[in-house]
Protein backbone atom coordinates (compact mmCIF):
# COMPACT_ATOMS: atom_id res chain seq x y z
CA UNK A 1 0.00 0.00 0.00
CA UNK A 2 1.36 3.55 -1.11
CA UNK A 3 2.32 5.98 1.56
CA UNK A 4 4.36 9.34 1.90
CA UNK A 5 6.60 7.44 3.83
CA UNK A 6 8.24 5.64 0.52
CA UNK A 7 9.75 8.41 -1.70
CA UNK A 8 10.25 8.00 -5.44
CA UNK A 9 7.50 5.79 -5.64
CA UNK A 10 4.58 6.44 -8.54
CA UNK A 11 2.57 7.29 -5.24
CA UNK A 12 4.99 9.62 -3.62
CA UNK A 13 4.03 12.85 -5.10
CA UNK A 14 0.11 13.10 -4.60
CA UNK A 15 -1.12 14.64 -1.38
CA UNK A 16 -2.65 12.34 0.80
CA UNK A 17 -5.83 13.37 3.29
CA UNK A 18 -5.14 13.35 6.93
CA UNK A 19 -7.44 11.66 9.17
CA UNK A 20 -9.64 14.45 10.19
CA UNK A 21 -10.23 15.06 6.61
CA UNK A 22 -10.63 11.68 5.95
CA UNK A 23 -13.30 11.54 8.99
CA UNK A 24 -15.29 14.73 7.97
CA UNK A 25 -15.80 13.03 4.45
CA UNK A 26 -18.00 10.42 6.82
CA UNK A 27 -18.89 12.49 9.62
CA UNK A 28 -23.17 12.79 9.09
CA UNK A 29 -23.47 16.32 10.54
CA UNK A 30 -20.95 17.67 8.16
CA UNK A 31 -21.58 15.74 5.05
CA UNK A 32 -25.50 16.85 5.92
CA UNK A 33 -24.31 20.65 5.24
CA UNK A 34 -22.26 19.36 2.17
CA UNK A 35 -24.99 17.71 0.97
CA UNK A 36 -27.14 21.09 0.86
CA UNK A 37 -24.26 22.83 -1.04
CA UNK A 38 -23.48 20.76 -3.31
CA UNK A 39 -27.70 20.27 -4.05
CA UNK A 40 -27.43 24.20 -4.40
CA UNK A 41 -24.18 24.17 -7.01
CA UNK A 42 -26.27 21.23 -8.90
CA UNK A 43 -29.03 23.27 -8.60
CA UNK A 44 -26.88 26.48 -10.70
CA UNK A 45 -25.94 24.14 -13.02
CA UNK A 46 -29.26 23.21 -14.15
CA UNK A 47 -30.79 26.91 -13.88
CA UNK A 48 -27.90 27.77 -15.87
CA UNK A 49 -29.86 25.94 -18.54
CA UNK B 1 -51.76 15.48 -38.25
CA UNK B 2 -47.94 15.16 -38.22
CA UNK B 3 -45.63 12.68 -36.28
CA UNK B 4 -42.32 12.78 -34.72
CA UNK B 5 -40.12 9.57 -34.68
CA UNK B 6 -37.79 9.31 -31.92
CA UNK B 7 -35.04 6.24 -32.66
CA UNK B 8 -33.95 4.75 -29.21
CA UNK B 9 -35.09 5.35 -25.48
CA UNK B 10 -32.61 5.60 -23.62
CA UNK B 11 -31.81 9.30 -21.83
CA UNK B 12 -31.93 10.92 -24.36
CA UNK B 13 -34.85 9.39 -26.56
CA UNK B 14 -37.21 8.63 -23.74
CA UNK B 15 -36.56 12.55 -22.55
CA UNK B 16 -37.60 13.91 -25.88
CA UNK B 17 -40.56 11.86 -26.28
CA UNK B 18 -41.98 12.25 -22.69
CA UNK B 19 -41.79 16.43 -23.44
CA UNK B 20 -42.71 16.11 -26.72
CA UNK B 21 -45.62 14.20 -26.15
CA UNK B 22 -46.66 16.38 -23.14
CA UNK B 23 -46.70 19.57 -24.96
CA UNK B 24 -47.95 18.20 -28.57
CA UNK B 25 -52.03 18.66 -28.82
CA UNK B 26 -53.81 15.25 -29.66
CA UNK B 27 -53.86 15.38 -33.52
CA UNK B 28 -49.70 14.65 -33.46
CA UNK B 29 -48.01 11.59 -32.95
CA UNK B 30 -44.91 11.01 -31.10
CA UNK B 31 -43.43 7.75 -31.82
CA UNK B 32 -40.84 5.87 -30.53
CA UNK B 33 -38.67 2.82 -31.47
CA UNK B 34 -36.13 0.97 -29.84
CA UNK B 35 -35.05 -2.21 -29.24
CA UNK B 36 -35.08 -3.20 -25.65
CA UNK B 37 -38.33 -3.38 -24.00
CA UNK B 38 -37.32 -2.12 -20.62
CA UNK B 39 -35.66 1.32 -19.59
CA UNK B 40 -32.48 1.45 -17.84
CA UNK B 41 -31.23 4.28 -15.82
CA UNK B 42 -27.56 3.46 -16.84
CA UNK B 43 -25.56 5.24 -14.04
CA UNK B 44 -27.22 2.60 -11.51
CA UNK B 45 -25.18 -0.60 -13.52
CA UNK B 46 -22.23 0.53 -11.54
CA UNK B 47 -24.24 -0.92 -8.37
CA UNK B 48 -25.42 -3.96 -9.83
CA UNK B 49 -21.73 -4.85 -11.32
CA UNK B 50 -20.72 -4.74 -7.58
CA UNK B 51 -24.07 -6.57 -6.64
CA UNK B 52 -25.43 -3.84 -4.72
CA UNK B 53 -28.82 -3.92 -6.65
CA UNK B 54 -30.41 -6.19 -9.39
CA UNK B 55 -30.71 -5.44 -13.03
CA UNK B 56 -34.94 -4.97 -11.86
CA UNK B 57 -34.21 -2.47 -9.56
CA UNK B 58 -32.15 -0.08 -12.30
CA UNK B 59 -34.95 -0.84 -15.19
CA UNK B 60 -38.27 -1.34 -16.14
CA UNK B 61 -40.20 -1.83 -18.95
CA UNK B 62 -41.58 0.92 -21.20
CA UNK B 63 -44.74 -0.57 -22.84
CA UNK B 64 -46.79 0.80 -19.78
CA UNK B 65 -45.18 4.03 -19.38
CA UNK B 66 -45.93 4.61 -23.03
CA UNK B 67 -48.79 3.70 -23.09
CA UNK B 68 -50.29 5.96 -19.98
CA UNK B 69 -48.53 9.05 -21.84
CA UNK B 70 -49.65 8.16 -25.33
CA UNK B 71 -46.69 7.74 -26.82
CA UNK B 72 -46.90 4.94 -29.49
CA UNK B 73 -44.34 2.34 -29.17
CA UNK B 74 -42.60 -0.03 -31.42
CA UNK B 75 -39.74 -2.45 -29.86
CA UNK B 76 -38.09 -2.70 -32.90
CA UNK B 77 -34.30 -1.26 -34.39
CA UNK B 78 -33.90 1.44 -36.94
CA UNK B 79 -32.01 -0.11 -40.05
CA UNK B 80 -31.88 2.64 -42.46
CA UNK B 81 -33.33 5.65 -43.35
CA UNK B 82 -34.64 7.20 -46.13
CA UNK B 83 -35.22 11.10 -45.55
CA UNK B 84 -36.10 11.81 -49.29
CA UNK B 85 -38.96 8.19 -49.25
CA UNK B 86 -38.28 6.25 -51.63
CA UNK B 87 -39.97 2.98 -52.89
CA UNK B 88 -43.33 4.74 -53.85
CA UNK B 89 -43.15 6.30 -50.57
CA UNK B 90 -43.41 10.02 -51.08
CA UNK B 91 -42.63 10.33 -47.40
CA UNK B 92 -39.74 10.29 -45.20
CA UNK B 93 -39.28 7.10 -43.36
CA UNK B 94 -37.16 4.51 -41.36
CA UNK B 95 -37.30 1.02 -41.98
CA UNK B 96 -37.44 -0.54 -38.62
CA UNK B 97 -36.64 -4.70 -38.33
CA UNK B 98 -38.78 -5.86 -34.87
CA UNK B 99 -37.07 -7.36 -32.09
CA UNK B 100 -40.37 -8.58 -30.12
CA UNK B 101 -40.66 -12.05 -29.76
CA UNK B 102 -42.23 -13.85 -32.13
CA UNK B 103 -42.34 -10.94 -34.95
CA UNK B 104 -38.07 -10.87 -34.42
CA UNK B 105 -36.57 -9.70 -37.90
CA UNK B 106 -40.22 -8.57 -39.32
CA UNK B 107 -39.27 -5.21 -41.24
CA UNK B 108 -41.72 -2.23 -41.19
CA UNK B 109 -41.55 0.77 -42.68
CA UNK B 110 -42.27 4.08 -40.12
CA UNK B 111 -43.00 7.30 -41.91
CA UNK B 112 -42.06 10.32 -40.16
CA UNK B 113 -42.37 14.23 -40.20
CA UNK B 114 -39.61 15.19 -37.90
CA UNK B 115 -36.63 12.91 -36.97
CA UNK B 116 -34.54 12.34 -33.62
CA UNK B 117 -31.95 9.83 -33.69
CA UNK B 118 -31.04 9.17 -30.03
CA UNK B 119 -29.94 5.12 -30.45
CA UNK B 120 -26.87 6.15 -27.95
CA UNK B 121 -23.29 4.09 -28.70
CA UNK B 122 -22.68 1.44 -30.59
CA UNK B 123 -20.65 -0.69 -27.64
CA UNK B 124 -17.51 -1.94 -30.03
CA UNK B 125 -15.73 -4.60 -28.36
CA UNK B 126 -14.71 -5.86 -31.69
CA UNK B 127 -12.20 -3.14 -31.94
CA UNK B 128 -10.08 -4.66 -29.23
CA UNK B 129 -9.00 -8.48 -29.80
CA UNK B 130 -11.04 -10.41 -26.89
CA UNK B 131 -12.63 -7.47 -25.76
CA UNK B 132 -15.99 -8.34 -24.12
CA UNK B 133 -18.20 -10.14 -21.78
CA UNK B 134 -18.52 -12.96 -24.36
CA UNK B 135 -14.81 -13.14 -24.70
CA UNK B 136 -12.02 -11.80 -22.32
CA UNK B 137 -13.41 -9.63 -20.56
CA UNK B 138 -16.45 -7.94 -18.12
CA UNK B 139 -18.20 -5.00 -18.65
CA UNK B 140 -21.18 -2.65 -16.78
CA UNK B 141 -22.48 -0.84 -19.58
CA UNK B 142 -25.79 -2.66 -19.77
CA UNK B 143 -27.26 -4.11 -16.79
CA UNK B 144 -26.81 -7.41 -18.20
CA UNK B 145 -23.17 -7.02 -18.32
CA UNK B 146 -23.43 -5.83 -15.50
CA UNK B 147 -25.10 -8.62 -13.54
CA UNK B 148 -22.34 -11.07 -15.06
CA UNK B 149 -19.49 -8.76 -13.70
CA UNK B 150 -20.95 -9.08 -10.20
CA UNK B 151 -21.10 -12.92 -10.54
CA UNK B 152 -17.47 -12.78 -11.73
CA UNK B 153 -16.33 -10.11 -8.63
CA UNK B 154 -18.26 -13.38 -6.63
CA UNK B 155 -16.04 -15.80 -7.92
CA UNK B 156 -12.76 -13.39 -7.63
CA UNK B 157 -13.94 -12.83 -3.91
CA UNK B 158 -14.50 -16.48 -3.24
CA UNK B 159 -11.10 -17.01 -4.91
CA UNK B 160 -9.64 -14.33 -2.05
CA UNK B 161 -11.67 -16.15 0.90
CA UNK B 162 -9.54 -19.39 0.36
CA UNK B 163 -6.29 -17.23 0.70
CA UNK B 164 -5.74 -16.77 -3.06
CA UNK B 165 -4.24 -13.18 -4.19
CA UNK B 166 -6.14 -11.86 -7.09
CA UNK B 167 -5.43 -9.07 -9.74
CA UNK B 168 -8.18 -6.82 -10.54
CA UNK B 169 -7.94 -4.71 -13.56
CA UNK B 170 -10.39 -2.10 -14.49
CA UNK B 171 -10.23 0.52 -17.03
CA UNK B 172 -10.55 0.89 -20.58
CA UNK B 173 -10.30 -1.48 -23.38
CA UNK B 174 -8.97 0.57 -26.36
CA UNK B 175 -6.93 3.45 -27.37
CA UNK B 176 -10.08 5.83 -28.30
CA UNK B 177 -12.67 5.06 -25.44
CA UNK B 178 -14.35 7.23 -23.48
CA UNK B 179 -16.75 7.31 -20.15
CA UNK B 180 -13.43 7.15 -18.15
CA UNK B 181 -15.63 8.41 -15.69
CA UNK B 182 -18.01 5.09 -15.37
CA UNK B 183 -14.83 2.99 -15.09
CA UNK B 184 -13.57 5.08 -12.25
CA UNK B 185 -16.66 4.69 -10.67
CA UNK B 186 -16.96 0.96 -11.04
CA UNK B 187 -13.07 0.58 -10.28
CA UNK B 188 -13.79 2.50 -6.12
CA UNK B 189 -17.04 0.46 -5.73
CA UNK B 190 -14.93 -2.32 -6.25
CA UNK B 191 -12.32 -1.41 -3.88
CA UNK B 192 -15.09 -0.72 -1.51
CA UNK B 193 -16.70 -4.12 -1.89
CA UNK B 194 -13.64 -5.53 -1.20
CA UNK B 195 -12.98 -3.87 2.04
CA UNK B 196 -16.53 -4.93 2.84
CA UNK B 197 -16.28 -8.63 2.30
CA UNK B 198 -12.95 -8.47 4.02
CA UNK B 199 -10.77 -9.39 1.28
CA UNK B 200 -9.04 -5.91 0.49
CA UNK B 201 -5.83 -7.56 1.51
CA UNK B 202 -5.90 -10.26 -0.68
CA UNK B 203 -6.36 -8.02 -3.98
CA UNK B 204 -4.04 -5.93 -6.12
CA UNK B 205 -6.02 -3.20 -8.14
CA UNK B 206 -4.59 -1.95 -11.13
CA UNK B 207 -6.07 0.93 -13.14
CA UNK B 208 -5.39 0.93 -16.65
CA UNK B 209 -6.58 3.76 -19.38
CA UNK B 210 -6.06 5.79 -22.42
CA UNK B 211 -6.12 8.94 -20.70
CA UNK B 212 -2.70 11.26 -20.71
CA UNK B 213 -2.83 11.36 -16.51
CA UNK B 214 -5.43 10.29 -14.14
CA UNK B 215 -8.34 12.81 -13.84
CA UNK B 216 -8.66 13.63 -17.66
CA UNK B 217 -12.01 12.24 -17.76
CA UNK B 218 -12.08 12.86 -21.21
CA UNK B 219 -12.84 16.18 -20.48
CA UNK B 220 -9.29 16.99 -20.84
CA UNK B 221 -8.93 17.57 -16.75
CA UNK B 222 -10.13 20.09 -15.14
CA UNK B 223 -9.06 23.16 -12.22
CA UNK B 224 -10.62 23.63 -9.17
CA UNK B 225 -10.14 25.50 -5.83
CA UNK B 226 -9.13 23.83 -3.18
CA UNK B 227 -7.77 24.68 0.10
CA UNK B 228 -6.41 27.85 -0.94
CA UNK B 229 -4.84 26.27 -4.41
CA UNK B 230 -6.38 26.17 -7.85
CA UNK B 231 -5.73 22.73 -8.60
CA UNK B 232 -5.67 20.18 -11.31
CA UNK B 233 -8.16 17.20 -11.13
CA UNK B 234 -4.79 15.25 -11.62
CA UNK B 235 -4.00 16.06 -8.49
CA UNK B 236 -7.22 15.15 -6.46
CA UNK B 237 -7.70 11.66 -8.69
CA UNK B 238 -3.96 10.75 -8.04
CA UNK B 239 -4.32 11.40 -4.17
CA UNK B 240 -7.66 9.11 -3.96
CA UNK B 241 -6.04 6.47 -5.73
CA UNK B 242 -2.82 6.88 -3.67
CA UNK B 243 -5.15 6.84 -0.13
CA UNK B 244 -7.29 3.62 -1.72
CA UNK B 245 -4.42 1.81 -2.56
CA UNK B 246 -4.78 1.54 -6.17
CA UNK B 247 -2.06 1.48 -8.88
CA UNK B 248 -2.75 2.90 -12.32
CA UNK B 249 -1.41 2.73 -15.69
CA UNK B 250 -2.34 5.57 -18.03
CA UNK B 251 -1.62 6.93 -21.59
CA UNK B 252 -2.24 2.89 -22.60
CA UNK B 253 -3.97 1.53 -25.41
CA UNK B 254 -5.32 -1.78 -24.89
CA UNK B 255 -4.48 -4.20 -28.14
CA UNK B 256 -5.55 -7.71 -26.80
CA UNK B 257 -7.22 -9.79 -24.04
CA UNK B 258 -6.54 -12.70 -23.15
CA UNK B 259 -7.68 -14.89 -20.55
CA UNK B 260 -5.63 -13.64 -17.78
CA UNK B 261 -3.62 -11.67 -19.59
CA UNK B 262 -4.13 -8.09 -21.66
CA UNK B 263 -1.48 -6.45 -23.86
CA UNK B 264 -1.13 -3.27 -24.73
CA UNK B 265 0.73 -0.30 -25.89
CA UNK B 266 1.35 2.49 -24.48
CA UNK B 267 1.87 6.04 -26.14
CA UNK B 268 5.86 6.01 -25.47
CA UNK B 269 5.75 3.42 -27.70
CA UNK B 270 6.48 0.09 -25.25
CA UNK B 271 4.42 -2.84 -26.10
CA UNK B 272 3.59 -4.39 -22.11
CA UNK B 273 1.33 -7.32 -21.27
CA UNK B 274 -0.46 -7.64 -17.45
CA UNK B 275 -1.78 -10.54 -16.05
CA UNK B 276 -5.44 -10.34 -14.58
CA UNK B 277 -7.98 -12.22 -12.74
CA UNK B 278 -10.71 -10.19 -13.21
CA UNK B 279 -10.98 -7.90 -15.94
CA UNK B 280 -13.35 -4.87 -16.54
CA UNK B 281 -12.81 -3.23 -19.46
CA UNK B 282 -14.91 -0.57 -21.15
CA UNK B 283 -15.28 -0.67 -25.01
CA UNK B 284 -14.79 2.32 -27.54
CA UNK B 285 -18.15 3.72 -28.56
CA UNK B 286 -19.11 4.26 -32.11
CA UNK B 287 -22.40 5.09 -33.94
CA UNK B 288 -25.11 2.36 -34.32
CA UNK B 289 -24.17 2.10 -37.89
CA UNK B 290 -27.74 3.14 -39.52
CA UNK B 291 -27.05 3.37 -43.10
CA UNK B 292 -29.00 6.27 -45.25
CA UNK B 293 -30.89 6.18 -48.60
CA UNK B 294 -32.18 8.71 -51.27
CA UNK B 295 -35.17 8.87 -53.11
CA UNK B 296 -34.10 6.76 -55.95
CA UNK B 297 -32.36 4.72 -53.07
CA UNK B 298 -28.60 5.32 -53.59
CA UNK B 299 -26.85 5.42 -50.35
CA UNK B 300 -26.26 8.71 -48.95
CA UNK B 301 -24.76 7.34 -45.40
CA UNK B 302 -21.28 9.07 -46.38
CA UNK B 303 -23.13 12.41 -46.47
CA UNK B 304 -25.48 11.60 -43.30
CA UNK B 305 -22.80 10.09 -40.82
CA UNK B 306 -19.56 10.45 -39.90
CA UNK B 307 -17.06 8.01 -40.32
CA UNK B 308 -17.48 6.48 -36.53
CA UNK B 309 -21.16 6.24 -37.69
CA UNK B 310 -22.66 9.37 -35.61
CA UNK B 311 -24.48 11.66 -36.94
CA UNK B 312 -23.55 15.35 -38.52
CA UNK B 313 -25.09 17.91 -37.20
CA UNK B 314 -24.93 21.84 -36.91
CA UNK B 315 -21.24 21.31 -35.78
CA UNK B 316 -18.07 22.93 -37.91
CA UNK B 317 -16.47 19.49 -38.64
CA UNK B 318 -13.57 21.42 -40.32
CA UNK B 319 -10.57 19.64 -39.66
CA UNK B 320 -8.09 21.74 -37.33
CA UNK B 321 -4.76 21.29 -35.00
CA UNK B 322 -6.09 21.38 -30.85
CA UNK B 323 -4.58 24.87 -30.34
CA UNK B 324 -7.27 26.25 -33.13
CA UNK B 325 -10.48 24.47 -31.38
CA UNK B 326 -13.12 26.79 -30.32
CA UNK B 327 -16.28 26.30 -28.50
CA UNK B 328 -18.73 27.34 -31.63
CA UNK B 329 -17.46 24.18 -33.32
CA UNK B 330 -19.75 22.90 -30.79
CA UNK B 331 -23.56 22.14 -32.12
CA UNK B 332 -26.47 24.16 -30.58
CA UNK B 333 -29.40 23.08 -32.64
CA UNK B 334 -28.72 19.26 -32.97
CA UNK B 335 -29.93 19.13 -36.45
CA UNK B 336 -29.00 17.65 -39.91
CA UNK B 337 -26.76 19.86 -42.23
CA UNK B 338 -28.58 18.07 -44.99
CA UNK B 339 -32.06 17.26 -44.26
CA UNK B 340 -33.53 20.02 -41.43
CA UNK B 341 -36.07 17.84 -40.02
CA UNK B 342 -34.04 15.19 -39.23
CA UNK B 343 -31.91 15.84 -35.45
CA UNK B 344 -29.19 13.82 -33.22
CA UNK B 345 -28.92 14.08 -29.97
CA UNK B 346 -27.17 12.69 -26.70
CA UNK B 347 -23.99 10.06 -27.64
CA UNK B 348 -25.74 9.37 -31.41
CA UNK B 349 -24.79 13.24 -32.47
CA UNK B 350 -20.15 13.80 -34.24
CA UNK B 351 -18.91 15.52 -31.86
CA UNK B 352 -16.56 17.81 -34.25
CA UNK B 353 -13.83 16.77 -32.38
CA UNK B 354 -12.43 15.41 -29.12
CA UNK B 355 -11.63 17.97 -25.68
CA UNK B 356 -8.95 16.02 -24.49
CA UNK B 357 -5.98 16.57 -26.68
CA UNK B 358 -5.35 14.30 -29.32
CA UNK B 359 -2.09 11.67 -29.23
CA UNK B 360 -0.72 8.97 -30.71
CA UNK B 361 2.10 6.33 -30.15
CA UNK B 362 5.21 6.10 -32.69
CA UNK B 363 3.37 3.69 -34.74
CA UNK B 364 0.81 6.22 -35.00
CA UNK B 365 -1.78 4.46 -32.15
CA UNK B 366 -4.45 6.71 -31.27
CA UNK B 367 -4.11 7.25 -27.40
CA UNK B 368 -6.75 9.82 -25.83
CA UNK B 369 -10.41 10.00 -24.79
CA UNK B 370 -13.01 10.47 -27.15
CA UNK B 371 -15.34 12.90 -26.07
CA UNK B 372 -18.12 12.06 -23.27
CA UNK B 373 -21.46 13.12 -23.81
CA UNK B 374 -23.16 12.14 -20.36
CA UNK B 375 -26.39 12.06 -19.14
CA UNK B 376 -26.96 15.57 -18.04
CA UNK B 377 -26.36 17.12 -21.20
CA UNK B 378 -27.89 14.35 -22.88
CA UNK B 379 -31.37 15.12 -21.69
CA UNK B 380 -31.13 18.79 -21.96
CA UNK B 381 -29.96 18.48 -25.10
CA UNK B 382 -33.06 16.40 -26.04
CA UNK B 383 -35.28 18.44 -24.66
CA UNK B 384 -34.52 21.71 -25.66
CA UNK B 385 -34.74 19.83 -29.47
CA UNK B 386 -38.19 18.37 -28.88
CA UNK B 387 -39.47 21.65 -28.05
CA UNK B 388 -38.30 23.51 -31.22
CA UNK B 389 -39.81 20.09 -33.03
CA UNK B 390 -42.82 20.67 -31.13
CA UNK B 391 -42.44 24.32 -32.03
CA UNK B 392 -42.31 23.96 -35.91
CA UNK B 393 -45.19 20.99 -35.74
CA UNK B 394 -47.35 23.33 -34.11
CA UNK B 395 -46.87 25.99 -36.80
CA UNK B 396 -45.65 28.44 -34.10
CA UNK B 397 -42.63 30.78 -35.19
CA UNK B 398 -40.74 31.10 -31.69
CA UNK B 399 -37.10 31.22 -31.21
CA UNK B 400 -35.15 28.46 -31.93
CA UNK B 401 -33.75 26.75 -28.24
CA UNK B 402 -30.00 26.14 -28.19
CA UNK B 403 -28.21 23.89 -26.36
CA UNK B 404 -24.72 23.67 -27.12
CA UNK B 405 -21.97 21.66 -24.55
CA UNK B 406 -20.17 24.97 -25.13
CA UNK B 407 -22.59 27.14 -23.16
CA UNK B 408 -23.95 24.35 -20.98
CA UNK B 409 -22.53 23.04 -17.85
CA UNK B 410 -23.08 19.37 -15.95
CA UNK B 411 -22.77 18.29 -12.84
CA UNK B 412 -21.93 14.92 -12.00
CA UNK B 413 -21.79 12.53 -8.83
CA UNK B 414 -19.40 9.70 -9.26
CA UNK B 415 -19.92 6.61 -7.29
CA UNK B 416 -16.82 5.15 -4.85
CA UNK B 417 -18.85 3.00 -2.17
CA UNK B 418 -22.48 2.47 -2.18
CA UNK B 419 -23.45 2.79 1.66
CA UNK B 420 -25.59 5.07 3.21
CA UNK B 421 -23.79 5.25 6.33
CA UNK B 422 -20.06 4.89 5.14
CA UNK B 423 -20.45 5.71 1.24
CA UNK B 424 -18.81 8.17 -0.49
CA UNK B 425 -18.69 9.76 -3.98
CA UNK B 426 -16.77 12.72 -5.86
CA UNK B 427 -19.49 15.30 -6.57
CA UNK B 428 -18.35 17.69 -9.60
CA UNK B 429 -19.72 20.62 -11.38
CA UNK B 430 -17.96 21.89 -14.71
CA UNK B 431 -18.80 24.93 -16.63
CA UNK B 432 -18.55 25.24 -19.81
CA UNK B 433 -18.57 21.44 -20.35
CA UNK B 434 -16.41 22.19 -23.31
CA UNK B 435 -13.34 24.54 -22.16
CA UNK B 436 -13.43 28.28 -23.59
CA UNK B 437 -9.45 29.19 -23.40
CA UNK B 438 -10.48 32.84 -24.67
CA UNK B 439 -12.95 33.05 -22.10
CA UNK B 440 -10.86 31.49 -19.32
CA UNK B 441 -7.18 31.35 -20.31
CA UNK B 442 -5.61 29.78 -17.29
CA UNK B 443 -8.14 27.56 -16.56
CA UNK B 444 -10.30 26.61 -20.03
CA UNK B 445 -13.59 26.81 -17.32
CA UNK B 446 -15.47 29.31 -14.94
CA UNK B 447 -13.50 28.52 -11.47
CA UNK B 448 -16.51 29.44 -9.64
CA UNK B 449 -18.95 27.14 -10.86
CA UNK B 450 -16.37 24.12 -11.45
CA UNK B 451 -16.09 21.99 -8.26
CA UNK B 452 -14.99 18.73 -6.51
CA UNK B 453 -15.44 16.95 -3.59
CA UNK B 454 -15.62 13.60 -2.21
CA UNK B 455 -17.84 12.61 0.90
CA UNK B 456 -20.74 10.74 1.84
CA UNK B 457 -23.23 13.53 0.90
CA UNK B 458 -22.10 12.49 -2.57
CA UNK B 459 -23.53 8.81 -2.09
CA UNK B 460 -26.57 10.55 -0.56
CA UNK B 461 -27.41 12.31 -3.98
CA UNK B 462 -26.46 9.39 -6.06
CA UNK B 463 -28.48 7.39 -4.62
CA UNK B 464 -31.81 9.92 -4.34
CA UNK B 465 -30.98 10.73 -8.12
CA UNK B 466 -31.21 6.63 -8.75
CA UNK B 467 -34.97 7.03 -7.16
CA UNK B 468 -35.93 10.56 -8.81
CA UNK B 469 -34.86 9.30 -12.13
CA UNK B 470 -36.67 6.43 -12.34
CA UNK B 471 -39.78 8.33 -11.16
CA UNK B 472 -39.64 10.71 -13.46
CA UNK B 473 -38.75 8.08 -16.93
CA UNK B 474 -42.04 6.64 -15.18
CA UNK B 475 -43.68 10.06 -16.20
CA UNK B 476 -45.15 9.87 -12.35
CA UNK B 477 -46.94 12.93 -10.74
CA UNK B 478 -45.02 15.89 -10.82
CA UNK B 479 -42.22 14.58 -13.21
CA UNK B 480 -41.34 17.72 -15.41
CA UNK B 481 -40.49 18.91 -12.10
CA UNK B 482 -37.11 16.89 -11.70
CA UNK B 483 -34.40 18.75 -13.85
CA UNK B 484 -32.69 16.57 -16.49
C1 LIG C 1 -21.71 2.20 -16.87
C2 LIG C 1 -22.07 3.62 -17.20
C3 LIG C 1 -22.24 4.53 -16.16
C4 LIG C 1 -22.57 5.84 -16.43
N1 LIG C 1 -22.73 6.71 -15.40
C5 LIG C 1 -23.10 7.99 -15.65
C6 LIG C 1 -23.30 8.91 -14.58
O1 LIG C 1 -23.10 8.60 -13.41
N2 LIG C 1 -23.71 10.17 -14.88
C7 LIG C 1 -23.92 10.55 -16.19
O2 LIG C 1 -24.29 11.71 -16.41
N3 LIG C 1 -23.73 9.72 -17.22
C8 LIG C 1 -23.32 8.45 -16.98
N4 LIG C 1 -23.12 7.59 -18.03
C9 LIG C 1 -23.35 8.07 -19.39
C10 LIG C 1 -24.84 8.01 -19.73
O3 LIG C 1 -25.31 6.72 -19.54
C11 LIG C 1 -25.02 8.46 -21.16
O4 LIG C 1 -24.66 9.80 -21.23
C12 LIG C 1 -26.46 8.37 -21.63
O5 LIG C 1 -26.95 7.08 -21.49
C13 LIG C 1 -26.56 8.82 -23.07
O6 LIG C 1 -27.89 8.78 -23.45
P1 LIG C 1 -28.33 8.36 -24.91
O7 LIG C 1 -29.82 8.43 -24.90
O8 LIG C 1 -27.59 9.14 -25.91
O9 LIG C 1 -27.84 6.86 -25.08
P2 LIG C 1 -28.46 5.54 -24.36
O10 LIG C 1 -28.93 5.89 -23.00
O11 LIG C 1 -27.43 4.48 -24.50
O12 LIG C 1 -29.71 5.18 -25.24
C14 LIG C 1 -29.65 4.71 -26.57
C15 LIG C 1 -30.97 4.07 -26.92
O13 LIG C 1 -31.01 3.76 -28.31
C16 LIG C 1 -31.46 2.43 -28.46
N5 LIG C 1 -30.97 1.93 -29.76
C17 LIG C 1 -29.76 1.37 -30.04
N6 LIG C 1 -29.71 1.03 -31.33
C18 LIG C 1 -30.89 1.39 -31.89
C19 LIG C 1 -31.44 1.30 -33.20
N7 LIG C 1 -30.77 0.76 -34.23
N8 LIG C 1 -32.69 1.76 -33.41
C20 LIG C 1 -33.41 2.31 -32.39
N9 LIG C 1 -32.94 2.41 -31.14
C21 LIG C 1 -31.69 1.97 -30.89
C22 LIG C 1 -30.92 1.71 -27.25
O14 LIG C 1 -31.59 0.49 -27.03
C23 LIG C 1 -31.21 2.75 -26.18
O15 LIG C 1 -32.56 2.69 -25.78
C24 LIG C 1 -22.74 6.26 -17.78
C25 LIG C 1 -22.55 5.36 -18.82
C26 LIG C 1 -22.20 4.05 -18.54
C27 LIG C 1 -21.99 3.09 -19.69
Redesign the pocket.
Known amino acids: MSTVRKPFEQSYYPPVPTPMTKALRTNWVWQFLRFLVINVRMLRMVRMH | MARLLI???????HTAALHARRKLGEDHEVVV????SRWNW??S??WVGVGVMTPEQVTFPLAPVYEKTGVIFRQA??VSLHPEGGEGVARPYVMVESTEPGKAGVRERVEYDYLIN????RLHFDATDGLGPEKNSLS??TAGHAAQAAAGLDEAVARMQRGERQTLLIGTGHGTCT?Q??AF?YLFNVEFELRRRGVRDKARLVWISNEHELGDFGMGGMFIRRGGYITHSRVFTESLYTERGVEWITQAAVKKVDRGEIHYETLDGRQESIASDFTMLLPPFSG?G?KAFDREGSEITESVFAPSNFMYVDADYTKKPYEEWRPTDWPETYRSPRYDNIYAV???FAPPHPISRPMFSPSGTPIYPTPP????P?GVMAREVAFNIVDKMEGREGKTRTASMAKMGAA???SAGASLMRGTAVSMTVYPIIPDFQKYPDTGRDIHYTSGEIGLAGHWIKHLLHFAFMYKAKARPLWTAIPE
Open positions: LGAGIAGVSPNIPNIKAATGPVCCGAEVLGIARTGMSCIA
